[in-house]
C-alpha cells in the first residue's frame, strides 16, 4: 500500500476515533462535574490525552516509508557536508 494511501486512510481513522472518543469523554467527565477541582483537572488531562495511546500505533504505520522509497539513495549526513566545506 502506498505511503499516500496509509495517509488517507490514517486521517480519516483518526477523525473517526476523536469523534467517539470526544463524545466518550465528555460523558465519563460529566460524572465530575461534582468533584473537586483537582478531580476534575487531572481527569480532563488524563483524558485529554490518553486519546494517542490507541491512535499511536496508526501514525506509525502512516509514517512507514513505501517499499521503493526506502531503497532510493539517501542524503548525506550533515557531519560530512560540514567536512566537505
Not at 490518553?50 to 521503493?68: C, E, G, Q, S, T
Amino acid at each position: 500500500m502506498r505511503a499516500t494511501h496509509r495517509r488517507a486512510i490514517g486521517i480519516t481513522l483518526t477523525v473517526v476515533v476523536l469523534f467517539v472518543y470526544s463524545f466518550f469523554a465528555a460523558s465519563v467527565g460529566g460524572l465530575f462535574a461534582d468533584k473537586p477541582w483537582y478531580a476534575q483537572i487531572a481527569y480532563f488531562a488524563v483524558a485529554g490525552l490518553a486519546w494517542v495511546i490507541p491512535l499511536y500505533p496508526v501514525y506509525v504505520w502512516m509514517r512507514r516509508p513505501d517499499p521503493d522509497e526506502a531503497a532510493a539513495e539517501k542524503p548525506p549526513e550533515a557531519a560530512a557536508i560540514r567536512k566537505r566545506s
